[in-house]
């Protein structure tokens, strides 16, 4: 499985961006598909989660509402979108997509930088 993740960018703080992670190869294996980020000088951390049939979608408690994470299900798409509301400086980090083909974060794509800043 290959991932491919798109969409960081520079935002004022309150302002929105949309992350996106297309997946290809064996997707039909996929379990879930999950968004992580990586600050400067900090662990990584888990921020959201969907399973691949998009029925459970799972949030981190910092995002407090504000991100939704989705999947194109139209066929042969295989995006899956993370809208990212009412960032804060907190939030800028890299942001990296995963998927989980059962026993875990078993492939990752490349990161894609956010920085909220004024």
């Known amino acids: 499985v290959q991932l491919q993740a798109s969409g960081g960018g520079l935002v004022r703080p309150g302002g929105s961006l949309r992350l996106s992670c297309v997946a290809s190869g064996r997707t039909f294996s996929i379990s879930r598909v999950g968004w992580f980020r990586q600050a400067p000088g900090k662990e990584r951390e888990y921020v959201s989660a969907i399973r691949w049939n998009g029925y459970s979608t799972y949030y981190a408690h910092f995002t407090k509402g504000r991100f939704t994470i989705s999947r194109d299900n139209d066929y042969g798409k295989n995006t899956v979108y993370l809208q990212m509301n009412s960032l804060e400086p907190e939030d800028t980090a890299v942001y990296s997509c995963?998927?989980?083909?059962?026993?875990?974060?078993?492939?990752w794509g490349q990161g894609t930088q956010v920085t909220v800043s004024s």
């Open positions: 995963a998927a989980d083909m059962g026993p875990g974060w078993e492939y």
